[in-house]
């Protein structure tokens, strides 16, 4: 399985994730004509936005944010939603949440790639953000 097959499976896993936990989800299908985001969820009123990562080695290029997906994830958020958010799953299915602030930030401060620490530091535990989902719904 290629790259792109890998990553494909991962946004369509991530997108049940969601679903399973009660959200929403809309997976994009276009992202060959430059699609800014793989995933849109909704739940209790809040709206995510999520560019899925499948990372085949320990860490996350941080080139891999384009300068479309910042654009679109900041008016996504200044309208208005929820933060754009990176899902960047390593080997052993670890995924991390980091918002596409934080990666720009960290890429200003010249930065170049994010190990799993440095995402649990700059991000969350996908499991630790969805415990503070149901917190704010009170699901939990």
Not at 29 to 41: E, R
Not at 58 to 73: G, H, I, T, V
Request: aromatic share 14%; net charge negative; hydrophobic share 35%.
């Amino acid at each position: 399985m290629n790259n792109k097959e890998k990553g494909t499976r991962f946004e369509k896993e991530f997108a049940v994730l969601l679903a399973d936990n009660w959200f929403w989800v809309h997976l994009f299908q276009d992202n060959k004509n430059g699609q800014p985001c793989d995933v849109i969820a909704a739940r209790a009123g809040r709206t995510y936005l999520f560019d899925c990562k499948d990372c085949q080695n320990d860490y996350f290029q941080l080139s891999r944010m384009e300068e479309n997906q910042y654009n679109a994830m900041h008016l996504f958020e200044v309208t208005g939603n929820s933060r754009g958010k990176f899902a960047i799953r390593f080997p052993g299915n670890d995924i991390y949440l980091v918002d596409y602030w934080q990666i720009k930030a960290l890429q200003n401060d010249g930065v170049k790639r994010l190990d799993r620490m440095g995402c649990a530091v700059h991000g969350e535990r996908f499991q630790q953000w969805m415990e503070e989902q149901d917190r704010k719904d009170n699901w939990g």
